[in-house]
């Protein structure tokens, strides 16, 4: 009912096409709970269906509320915002508030000072802040609910469920299973604690297996790092060569190719992340996946569910990490998923 030369869905009609009161409906955007799955289900698709979007404007006269949520981050280290961003978002403007974004330069304290401000300007009604907040500032302040997700450091570096390390012992394992009996390793900044899981995890998996890694390269997140590696290759067995993420990984199958060895068939190369681009390289990159925006989904349905007095209950996502097997790992032999 909204596109081209339509008037805009109102809630009644959402309440008219779901079968429910717009009362219902009002609720369900508040996120106050208590709705039966089936009712909701019904709403979520009339709202999708009618492309219905609050009237904040109206909704903050009537209620003297300004129907905003800000969504904090800790200036410009935090990893792939964008889809963080993104998730969390999504969830606020289905709940029927509109979202501001700041990103915080400077130390805690600073980002502190600027969350207060925010309470007490009464500008929005919620603030999700993906990097510690003091505990005095947590909690419901003048009608303003903070929370701030425990899966970022003060610098906006990964600490949750996404510095999981796991997804390295399921690439070594399958890496062995493919034949390679020679690995190595570059590191990310190990000033991260991904980086040094992943280092701790590569480390005990390989031992597992016996194997002794050719060498592990302190490198920084950067595709120097994978130049520099690629020349640590020596020669002998075929060598799997793990990489902190697709850009180092990207760097080192170039490096590679300008010394004329080939990827897979003499040095396979895996990265981390799954950047957009990973898939179209050729080779195209064996990965890891992680879900950003699952995180930034779930941190936003706690803030929104803590303001409407019905706080979440459904614990950290999990499994937000899977590894993408392309063709820089060679072959599908020996792939725990591999069709049969």
Same mark, same amino acid.
């Given at each position: 009912?909204?596109?081209?030369?339509?008037?805009?869905?109102?809630?009644?009609?959402? !309440?008219?096409?779901?079968?429910?009161? $717009?009362?219902?409906?009002?609720?369900?955007?508040?996120?106050?709970?208590?709705?039966?799955?089936?009712?909701?289900?019904?709403?979520?698709?009339?709202?999708?269906? %009618?492309?219905?979007?609050?009237? %904040?404007?109206?909704?903050?006269?009537?209620?003297?509320?300004?129907?905003?949520?800000?969504?904090?981050?800790?200036?410009?280290?935090?990893?792939?915002?964008?889809?963080?961003?993104?998730?969390?978002?999504?969830?606020?403007?289905?709940?029927?508030?509109?979202?501001?974004?700041?990103?915080?330069?400077?130390?805690?304290?600073?980002?502190?000072?600027?969350?207060?401000?925010? =309470?007490?300007?009464?500008?929005?009604?919620?603030?999700?802040?993906?990097?510690?907040?003091?505990?005095?500032?947590?909690?419901? $302040?003048?009608?303003?609910? =903070?929370?701030?997700?425990?899966?970022?450091?003060?610098?906006?570096?990964?600490?949750?469920?996404?510095?999981?390390?796991?997804?390295? =012992?399921?690439?070594?394992?399958?890496?062995?299973?493919?034949?390679?009996?020679?690995?190595?390793?570059?590191?990310?900044? %190990?000033?991260?604690?991904?980086?040094?899981?992943?280092?701790?995890?590569?480390?005990?998996?390989?031992?597992?297996?016996?194997?002794?890694?050719?060498? =592990?390269?302190?490198?920084?997140?950067?595709?120097?790092?994978?130049?520099?590696?690629?020349?640590?290759?020596?020669?002998?067995?075929?060598?799997?060569?793990? !990489?902190?993420?697709?850009?180092?990984?990207?760097?080192?199958?170039?490096?590679? !190719?300008?010394?004329?060895?080939?990827?897979?068939?003499?040095?396979?190369?895996?990265?981390?992340?799954?950047?957009?681009?990973?898939?179209?390289?050729?080779?195209?990159?064996?990965?890891?996946?992680?879900?950003?925006?699952?995180?930034?989904?779930?941190?936003?349905?706690?803030?929104?569910?803590?303001?409407?007095?019905?706080?979440?209950?459904?614990?950290?996502?999990?499994?937000?990490?899977?590894?993408?097997?392309?063709?820089?790992?060679?072959?599908?032999?020996?792939?725990?998923?591999?069709?049969?």
């Amino acid at each position: 009912m909204s596109g081209e030369g339509r008037r805009p869905a109102t809630i009644h009609d959402v !309440a008219t096409r779901a079968a429910v009161s $717009h009362q219902t409906v009002s609720r369900y955007l508040r996120f106050n709970g208590g709705l039966k799955p089936a009712t909701s289900e019904r709403i979520a698709a009339a709202i999708q269906e %009618l492309d219905y979007r609050p009237n %904040l404007v109206a909704r903050s006269m009537r209620t003297r509320r300004s129907g905003r949520v800000a969504l904090v981050l800790a200036g410009s280290g935090v990893h792939n915002p964008g889809r963080l961003l993104a998730g969390a978002s999504q969830v606020v403007q289905d709940a029927g508030y509109a979202v501001e974004i700041l990103t915080v330069d400077g130390e805690g304290e600073v980002r502190a000072e600027r969350v207060r401000e925010l =309470v007490g300007s009464g500008a929005v009604e919620g603030v999700l802040s993906f990097a510690p907040l003091p505990s005095d500032l947590l909690g419901s $302040h003048r009608g303003v609910t =903070v929370l701030a997700s425990s899966d970022y450091d003060d610098a906006g570096r990964v600490i949750g469920a996404l510095a999981d390390s796991s997804p390295v =012992v399921e690439l070594v394992d399958g890496l062995v299973d493919r034949g390679f009996r020679r690995f190595a390793h570059i590191t990310g900044d %190990l000033a991260y604690a991904s980086a040094r899981a992943r280092r701790t995890a590569f480390e005990a998996a390989v031992g597992a297996h016996g194997i002794r890694p050719d060498f =592990v390269h302190i490198g920084d997140w950067s595709a120097a790092s994978g130049e520099v590696a690629a020349e640590l290759v020596a020669e002998g067995e075929p060598i799997a060569v793990l !990489a902190a993420n697709d850009v180092v990984a990207a760097a080192m199958v170039r490096a590679l !190719a300008r010394r004329g060895i080939p990827v897979p068939e003499r040095v396979a190369v895996t990265g981390w992340d799954d950047l957009p681009l990973s898939g179209l390289l050729f080779p195209s990159l064996t990965t890891v996946q992680s879900d950003f925006d699952v995180l930034g989904a779930h941190e936003a349905r706690r803030l929104v569910a803590a303001m409407s007095g019905t706080p979440l209950d459904d614990g950290p996502p999990q499994g937000m990490q899977r590894v993408i097997w392309r063709e820089s790992t060679g072959p599908d032999v020996g792939r725990p998923d591999r069709p049969e």
